[in-house]
């Protein structure tokens, strides 16, 4: 007796359904990339293909400064969160089952289980009491704010590497009387690198993104990218906020497609 395999795409409409989807998805990108080269002001009225709007966002002092702020943050952020992340991976795959390991696995992933509102609240809560207490009002706050939200990010990545892994190469290192640190250095991170550097590029790029949690955890004067393009549109919109968007657009598209090509890596 022969079996049939189902097969989503056999069912009917699928194809019209997936292409009014993927038109939703991405029609209103195009749209703005496009018109990110008008050469008119108005962001409605297609004026001629120009760059005017990409020099005029290059050469905005507001505008590089919450850059290289962005940057910096989200390249902090991710370090700390990938560290955390690996170290916390180990600790959920290199060790036998205990009670309460689910209960760490949950805590982990908490920040992508829970509306990230409810995150941003509660961080500006603590940064608060410790702005009372000490006084300063750093970039530190931010820092720690994205860290603690990526790092489940960095986390899923190295977690599922660790357990595709092969035991054999570690426990033979074992058998050669290697310490732990040995093992780990000479054979568990080595075989891991790929996943950890997948991971810390998905953390910048999702530091890099965030508005909510900067939103309400930065101080005056700590603008990122993606909070000056949000107090922008409340004035006026302008394709200068459409060229800064492609921008950023591409740049998270490159890393994107990097993370993906570094995690289908294997040795």
Not at 18 to 33: E, G, N, S
Not at 133 to 143: E, M, P, R, V
Not at 185 to 207: D, E, K, N, W
Request: aromatic share 10%; with cysteine.
């Amino acid at each position: 007796m022969s079996t049939r395999t189902f097969s989503v795409t056999a069912l009917p409409g699928f194809a019209t359904v997936a292409l009014v989807a993927f038109v939703a998805l991405y029609a209103p990108i195009v749209t703005m990339v496009v018109y990110s080269f008008n050469g008119s002001q108005s962001v409605a009225v297609w004026g001629g293909f120009s760059l005017e709007w990409y020099v005029r966002a290059w050469e905005n002092t507001a505008v590089q400064e919450a850059t290289v702020r962005s940057l910096v943050i989200a390249a902090s952020a991710s370090l700390i969160a990938t560290t955390v992340a690996t170290m916390a991976a180990l600790g959920t795959t290199r060790t036998r089952s205990f009670r309460g390991q689910t209960l760490i696995y949950v805590m982990v992933n908490q920040p992508l289980m829970v509306p990230e509102i409810v995150t941003a609240v509660a961080l500006l809560i603590v940064f608060a009491a410790v702005r009372v207490a000490t006084g300063w009002s750093g970039l530190g706050f931010l820092i720690l704010a994205h860290s603690a939200f990526c790092v489940p990010f960095a986390y899923l990545p190295i977690r599922a590497r660790l357990e595709g892994m092969d035991l054999s190469l570690e426990t033979a290192a074992a058998d050669l009387y290697a310490s732990r640190w040995q093992t780990f250095r000479h054979v568990t991170l080595p075989l891991i690198f790929p996943a950890i550097i997948a991971g810390a590029m998905l953390a910048f790029v999702i530091s890099l993104d965030d508005v909510i949690i900067t939103e309400f955890v930065k101080s005056a004067g700590q603008d990122t990218l993606p909070t000056y393009m949000l107090g922008q549109l409340r004035r006026a919109v302008t394709p200068e906020v459409n060229a800064i968007s492609t921008a950023l657009l591409g740049l998270t598209v490159l890393l994107l497609t990097a993370f993906f090509i570094i995690s289908r890596t294997r040795d």
